[in-house]
C-alpha cells in the first residue's frame, strides 16, 4: 500500500492559479500510475488527471483540459497538479490517488489502491 498526503489547496478567485502538491510513502513509487479526483458537495468523486508511472503518458477530464497540468518526480516520490484559470465549479474537495497494481492506469475509482485524505479547493467568483 502507498500512503499519500495531500498539500496545497485554499482559497482562490476566478481566473487565479493553485499547486497541489501529494507526497507518497513506499519504495515502488515509480512502478504506480498516480492521479487526481475531485469531489464537490452533493456530488459524486470524479477522475480529473492521471499521470503514467514514469510520466510520459497523462489523461484529463475533458472540463480541465488546457488549464490543468499533472506532473510527477520519482526521484521525491511527489505528484503534482498544476490548476490555472480556476472557475467556480472546480471548488472541490481534491484527492491524490494511486493505482491498484503496478503498472496499472488509472480511468476511473475502481483503478485506485490509496487515497489521501484530501484537500479542500474553493474557487469564488
Known amino acids: 500500500q502507498v500512503q499519500l498526503v495531500e498539500s496545497g489547496g485554499g482559497l482562490v478567485q476566478a481566473g487565479g492559479s493553485l499547486r497541489l502538491s501529494c507526497a507518497a510513502s513506499?519504495?515502488?513509487?515509480?512502478?504506480?500510475?498516480m492521479g487526481w479526483f475531485r469531489q464537490a458537495p452533493g456530488k459524486e468523486r470524479e477522475f480529473v488527471a492521471e499521470?503514467?508511472?514514469?510520466?510520459?503518458?497523462?489523461a484529463y477530464v475533458d472540463s480541465v483540459k488546457g488549464r490543468f497540468t499533472i506532473s510527477r518526480d520519482n526521484a521525491k516520490n511527489t505528484v503534482d497538479l498544476q490548476m490555472n484559470s480556476l472557475k467556480p465549479e472546480d471548488t472541490a474537495v481534491y484527492y491524490c490517488?494511486?493505482?491498484?497494481?503496478?503498472?496499472?492506469?488509472?480511468?476511473?475509482?475502481?483503478?485506485?489502491?490509496?487515497w489521501g485524505q484530501g484537500t479542500q479547493v474553493t474557487v469564488s467568483s
Open positions: 499521470i503514467s508511472h514514469y510520466g510520459s503518458m497523462t
Open positions: 513506499g519504495r515502488t513509487f515509480s512502478t504506480y500510475s
Open positions: 490517488a494511486a493505482a491498484r497494481n503496478q503498472y496499472w492506469r488509472i480511468k476511473e475509482r475502481t483503478d485506485v489502491g490509496s
